[in-house]
């Protein structure tokens, strides 16, 4: 007998244990609606992301992968905006109740959920081609959320960590005939670290944010047209692994940094007079934060070589759906 749709639910997702600790939460799993009592003096961040099977991830990934990283990317974008996460919400739509398959699923999302305390406090359970819908929701203090919209000519911009790993592992995961296999690069694109420590810290900092998902270029894209500006990238500043590198040689690392999506790094502007602050949190977080270009008055995004020469900008987009 296949598992029914409400004690799937009990099974794999009650999370009492979790809506327990939850001060805010009036009212969890289990009625029509969650009730949340929300902090003053606060702004709420909401923040939806589908992955769909075949599009998102491949249908034959290992379900904790999934269950992690459909939360991870959604973390992700609390991060682009400096928010602290609260709590989520999950519609899961599956061709089948897969019970080992849930197992898996639902041990990689708690897993990352529990290291954040967060509850999920609802969702939606339907049958269908396999897409994970998951809404994060977070705090910031009244109008300290980091926006695009806010880069200034002058500033500074910089990237957390290292781009195009996730793009190359993704093509590694891709491609199982490869003698190249690297286990880096493939968490790198499984196991998206939301960089929830940094985006908090860059409040009052950073004039603008967001997190790269679609590629460095297109990210910056968004970026530079809310804001009515545009950006200057040194290609020779742009930070990457010495795994990236060792497998795709240097060129094609350049391409995955720039329109590879996947990283979940932050991209963010600052004055330069804030420099250093830049760099104490970069100490203070263990994590390289690395400045790749600056924000001009020239509408759009525009790369430079190592002699400093206009670069071929066509390189990239970014991944679009349509
Ligand atoms: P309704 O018919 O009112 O939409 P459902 O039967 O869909 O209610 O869901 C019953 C309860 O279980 C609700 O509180 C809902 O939020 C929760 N729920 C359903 N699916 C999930 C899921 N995948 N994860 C977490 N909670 C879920
Ligand atoms: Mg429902």
Known sequence: MPISEFELIKQYFDDSAA??????????????????????????????????????????????????????????????????????????????????????????????????????????????????????????????????????????????????????????????????????????????QARLNIGQCLRGLAHAAIDVSDGLLADIGHIVKRSGVGARIDLARLPLSAQLKAVFGSERAIEMALSGGDDYELCFCVAPTQADKVAELAKQADLAITCIGCVDAEPGVRLYNTQGEPADSTLAAGYQHF
């Open 19 to 192: 809506q327990k600790q939850c001060a805010d939460l009036v009212l969890g799993i289990g009625d029509d609606g969650a009730i949340i009592s929300p902090r003053p003096d606060h702004d709420l961040i909401v923040a939806v992301d589908t992955l769909v099977a075949g599009v998102h991830f491949l249908s034959e990934a290992n379900p904790y992968d999934i269950g992690f990283r459909s939360l991870a990317v959604n973390l992700s974008d609390l991060a682009a905006m400096g928010a602290e996460p609260a709590w989520f919400t999950l519609a899961l739509t599956l061709p089948g109740a897969d019970e080992e398959w849930l197992k898996e699923f639902s041990r990689g999302l708690f897993e990352l959920a529990r290291s954040h305390q967060l509850p999920l406090i609802g969702g939606d359970t339907t049958r269908g081609p396999l897409t994970i819908s998951i809404q994060v929701l977070g705090y910031v203090p009244s109008a300290q959320a980091l926006c695009r919209s806010g880069a200034k000519v002058g500033d500074l911009i910089y990237v957390t960590g290292s781009l195009g790993d996730a793009a190359g592992g993704l093509s590694l995961l891709q491609d199982k005939e490869s003698s190249l296999q690297d286990d880096y690069l493939q968490t790198r694109f499984l196991r998206p």
